[in-house]
């Protein structure tokens, strides 16, 4: 009669094993290839709390795995076991990868399953505190008088601030005027910017909203092809469309991705979960709090997530090839 009962005990233990769906008990890690504290992982933090919520209290767990300008935590989603348990938070640069990596690692559209769109955030031409110009008029004849003597900050080869400081160097024709100096994210490079150890960077507004507003470095300009006439804080800065850059037009992207081969069942279940997630009155106050805008529901479906980025792809690259810079 007893192994009668440990028969059953173990038959139940395995069914209910079985029968446990996914996430089940194990934790999600949520990937972002950036350091802690910066842009990339505030959006990420901010979903992590909702999709918890909306995946019925499951284990999300935030790793920062920063470097080379985002690839390296890329790189390591491409390799990770396709069961569900891993994905990645990344933004624009996942399409910006390819033009300035000529051995990128992975291929972003063959390497991921695509999970859906999340925000666009803008970004802003910022200063240190020091910075002897006072409005965007006063910072381009300050640049073009210090040429060679400047320098401006980075995430690394790739990244969206990379980015921007490459479209706005070529915009100004100041390609050359300034010496970039990389770091592991802007969260870095904001303290570096701070303490007036650089001199300028272009990052989005969930970094520099909080530090504008507190005077610790100087704002000049919006990405955005209009100024951001709803943002209390930012509504006077004027837009670099506004101050003569024709066409200049950039806001970040971010999107969420699997590795590829990743159960369909799973996938559907976290595209569902983001969807809510997106919905969350709590996710989106932090969000448009920051200057971010969260997306609708048609830009969380994969396959318009993916043409989206096969096309940004296909619009970055002569952007890059004509700054003229590759990364390896
Ligand atoms: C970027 O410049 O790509 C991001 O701001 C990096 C980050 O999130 O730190």
């Known amino acids: 009669m007893k192994r009668l009962l440990v028969l059953a005990a173990a038959a139940t233990a395995l069914f209910a094993a079985s029968a446990q769906t996914f996430p089940g008990s194990r934790p999600i890690t949520l990937v972002v290839p950036f350091?802690?504290?910066?842009?990339?992982?505030?959006?990420a933090r901010d979903l992590a709390e909702a999709m918890r919520k909306s995946m019925g209290g499951a284990n999300f767990v935030v790793e920062n795995v920063n470097g080379a300008g985002g690839t390296i935590g890329a790189n390591k989603v491409a390799k990770a076991a396709p069961d569900g348990h891993t994905l990645l938070l990344h933004h624009i640069?996942?399409?910006?990868?390819?033009?300035?990596y000529r051995k990128l690692p992975?291929?972003?559209?063959e390497d991921f399953d695509y999970l859906g769109m999340i925000n666009e955030v803008p970004m802003t031409i910022i200063g240190k505190p020091q910075l002897a110009a006072n409005n965007y008029r006063d910072l381009e004849n300050y640049i073009r008088n210090n040429s060679g003597k400047l320098n401006i900050a980075h995430a690394g080869l790739g990244s969206a601030s990379h980015l921007c400081g490459l479209m706005w160097q070529a915009a100004i024709n100041a390609k050359d005027a300034m010496t970039t100096i990389p770091f592991g994210g802007t969260a870095p490079?904001?303290?570096a910017l701070m303490g007036g150890q650089v001199d300028m960077m272009c990052d989005q507004t969930t970094n520099t909203t909080g530090q504008i507003e507190a005077g610790r470095v100087k704002a000049y300009a919006v990405t955005t092809a209009r100024p951001l006439s709803g943002n209390k804080l930012l509504k006077d800065y004027p837009s670099l469309q506004e101050m003569g850059l024709k066409s200049f037009n950039l806001t970040i992207w971010h999107g969420l991705y699997a590795p590829k081969g990743t159960p369909p069942a799973a996938l559907a279940q976290i595209n569902a979960a983001l969807k809510l997630a997106l919905k969350d009155p709590d996710f989106i106050k932090r969000q448009e709090g920051?200057?971010?805008?969260?997306?609708?529901d048609n830009r969380v479906e994969p396959a318009a997530h993916k043409a989206f980025v096969a096309a940004e792809i296909a619009k970055l690259k002569p952007v890059i090839e004509a700054a003229g810079k590759f990364a390896d």
């Open 106 to 109: 992975y291929k972003p559209l």
């Open 189 to 191: 490079a904001m303290n």
């Open 35 to 43: 350091a802690a504290g910066g842009p990339t992982d505030r959006v």
């Open 290 to 296: 920051l200057g971010a805008v969260v997306v609708t």
């Open 93 to 100: 640069g996942m399409a910006a990868a390819p033009g300035l």
